[in-house]
């Protein structure tokens, strides 16, 4: 029987090409949105895990409490062994010291006097170990303006927008006045091997990179690091994990009477990332429903007409000895072949245009370089993402909605009375 | 089966709600067919013919008395019984041939014989009896459209014989036809009727047909009027 339908579904185009269209277009919007959500999503949050936060981090509570002002004398301690422990504990995670500074960058003349001076945030990242991803994960060889990466202690990156500022040329040194995590007046100088664009908007307004060495020796923090950042082995921040993990850490490790524990915070738990992570979840959520929604009425609708056209079919099909319960069941099983259809083309469309999108992404750079907060991380270009899932995601609303409309329109069936069905047949 | 009768009628009564009220299609009808009958019910257009073929398939119920066809009282089974007693034992033929475009001649004849999960192998030497009878085999692979409104009626008709059924109904089948197809099908189904002895039931006021008939009844206003027999009818 099965058979039977299938040839019948493939000879009428008429009847199954708008069914199946519209199931094609849905399922393809909902394969290449969630696929752009997906990427940007998550390229958000590696933005923001790369530049601030980690996918979880360890800092003691103590300066997390007052991380605002970067306060390098409540940094962590004995950071080395923290780290061995760490990646010990945690293996499908990689973890970096980091050290977050600010102070003024000076700017000298031929004569010592100050050319151009402002202020810099500055990060120590571990450039140069063996094994650290930092560069990879900053994409630093990418974002390169000009010059080219630190090799030593004293060697820095300037934002081009901070080179820019301060007029700074490349092989040029710059002096940075601030204070050691000892609360001493200090001055240290960095001599400038390249520039960088972030193109992630204002962040890198004011920024500064160098090893995390050369911080160690500019600040006197030998074997400190501000935080230790955590990173999924994948790249790929999972919340729950996250935060299970988190939870875990905390209730062995932290000890609430001493402000210099270490403690332990997910990406979720810095500034406005949990309510990201939040609303990507509920944003797709609410966007299959609404497919399903839409896909649903509209098969409703046009398995009414449908069924209208048919009652010919239906009546004569009685007629000949089928139940009620058999034309309905029919009915379903074609649907069931109409939404299979139209949601694997739909699903190739999808994931063609997510593809596309993945290679080529959206560029937002000059939406976004006007933004003057520096609070969102988020990247100039945004980039679909094909994710595994994409290849089934459609299925349950292609089919189910197909099926759904199918059954609502299929009600017509057994409310009409049989005699009335089959009085259609004498016209 | 009583004096195999393959239909008895007794004291039927058929009413449809109208509004708050009833309309009596149907009244105090008392009949019986029997095996091999080739019988027509006559009447002016609203006396009751359609309704009646209607109720003794199984497609509608009556209000009252009983009608018992085939050996079973249709007041005491369900939809799913007497849907497989149409499957197993009836044909119909209605006046639009009602075939299902997308199909071919073929594949429009093997339906019944699918529901009846008949095999593959039967399914083709069935079919292929079945059209050759109405004289279709040169068209077994042609699409409805393709057919003319004769051929068309001829394929609902092997429809309707493939699964030898025991009794055919068919519902004013000339009614779109010229009269040399009209002619043509008659003599096919007479034939079927006699080497197959399958019992015919028309409804029609076409008088073509009842040049075939053996037994005609003349229904009006819902009632029998009068029940002939012809001795000798044409064909
Ligand atoms: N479902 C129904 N509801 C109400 N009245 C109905 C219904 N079906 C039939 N009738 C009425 O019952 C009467 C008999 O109808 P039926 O269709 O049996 O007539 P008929 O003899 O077949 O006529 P025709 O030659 O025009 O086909 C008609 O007056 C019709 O209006
Ligand atoms: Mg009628």
Redesign the interface.
């Known amino acids: ?1 099965i058979k ?1 339908l299938t ?2 579904i493939l ?2 185009r008429s ?1 199954s090409l708008i069914p199946v269209l519209v199931v094609t277009l849905t399922v393809a919007m909902i394969v290449f949105f969630q696929g752009f959500l997906t990427g940007i999503l998550n390229s958000m949050f590696l933005d923001s895990a790369v530049v601030s936060t980690g996918h979880v981090k360890v800092t003691t509570r103590a300066y997390e409490e007052e991380s605002q002002l970067l306060p390098n004398d409540l940094a962590l301690l004995g950071s080395q062994q923290m780290m061995a422990e760490l990646s010990g504990q945690y293996a499908d995670h990689f973890w970096t010291p980091r050290i977050t500074f600010g102070g003024l960058l000076d700017v000298p003349d031929e004569q010592g006097e100050t050319r151009a001076q402002g202020p810099a945030v500055a990060f120590g990242l571990d450039l140069f170990s063996a094994g650290s991803r930092q560069i990879e994960i900053w994409e630093l060889e990418r974002r390169l303006v000009e010059g080219r990466l630190p090799a030593k202690p004293e060697e820095a990156l300037l934002s081009s927008k901070l080179a820019d500022r301060l007029g700074v040329r490349l092989g040029e040194s710059v002096t940075f006045i601030g204070s050691t995590m000892h609360g001493a007046f200090t001055t240290f100088n960095f001599s400038v091997t390249g520039t960088f664009n972030l193109k992630m908007g204002p962040v890198d307004k004011n920024m500064m990179l160098v090893d995390i060495s050369g911080a160690r020796l500019a600040l006197d923090m030998d074997d400190a690091a501000s935080e230790i950042l955590g990173y999924k082995n994948s790249l790929y921040y999972e919340d729950e994990e996250a935060v299970a993990m988190r939870t875990d850490y905390n209730l062995n490790h932290s000890d609430s009477t001493n402000i210099f524990s270490p403690t332990m915070l997910a990406l979720r738990d810095a500034n406005q990332m949990g309510m990201m992570v939040d609303f990507s979840m509920a944003a797709m959520a609410i966007m299959g429903a609404i497919f399903l929604i839409i896909v649903m009425i509209v098969l409703w609708n046009m398995g009414l007409m449908n069924g209208l056209r048919r009652y ?2 239906i ?12 034309v309905f069941r029919s009915m379903i099983v074609e649907s069931v072949i109409i939404g299979f259809i139209g949601t694997v083309i739909g699903t190739g469309i999808g994931l063609g245009l997510t593809y596309y999108m993945q290679e080529v992404g959206l560029d937002y750079s000059e939406a976004l370089e006007g933004l003057t907060s520096t609070n969102i991380i988020m990247s100039n270009v945004f980039y679909a993402q094909v994710t595994p899932e994409l290849f089934y995601i459609g299925f349950i609303p292609g089919v189910l909605a197909t099926v759904l409309g199918t059954m609502l329109a299929g009600r017509a069936i057994y409310k009409r009375e ?2 009335q069905l ?1 009085k259609e ?3 | 089966m009583q004096n195999s009768a393959v239909v008895t009628i007794n004291h039927l009564l058929k009413q449809f709600p109208v509004g708050g009220d009833y309309f009596t299609a149907l009244k105090d009808v008392t009949l019986s067919f029997a095996r091999g009958e080739f019988t027509g019910l006559v009447g002016p257009s609203g006396s009751g013919k359609t309704t009646l073929l209607n109720i003794i398939g199984g497609l509608d119920s009556p209000t009252e008395g009983t009608v018992d066809v085939l050996g079973k009282v249709l007041d005491n089974t369900s939809h799913g019984d007497r849907a497989l007693l149409r499957r197993k034992h009836m044909g119909f033929i209605f006046q639009s041939y009602n075939l299902l475009p997308v199909y071919t001649v073929f594949e429009n004849v093997e339906l019944p014989l699918i529901l009846n999960k008949v095999e593959e192998k039967e399914r083709e030497k069935m079919v292929k009896e079945a059209v050759e009878w109405v004289g279709l085999t040169d068209k077994l692979n042609s699409r409805p459209a393709m057919l003319s409104g004769g051929e068309c009626q001829r394929t609902a008709i092997a429809r309707a014989i493939v699964h030898k059924p025991e009794l055919i109904l068919a519902d004013e089948p000339t009614a779109n036809l010229d009269a040399e197809n009209s002619h043509h099908i008659m003599k096919i189904m007479t034939g079927l009727n006699r080497e197959l002895s399958t019992s015919f039931i028309f409804a029609t006021h076409d008088e073509k047909i009842m040049a075939y008939l053996r037994r005609i009844i003349h229904l009006d206003d819902g009632q029998i009027s009068e029940d002939e027999r012809i001795e000798h009818p044409q064909g």
């Open positions: 029987m039977f040839k019948g000879r009428d009847r010919g079919e009546g004569m099909r009685l007629a000949i000895g089928e139940s009620k319960g058999q049989m005699a089959f047949l004498e016209t």
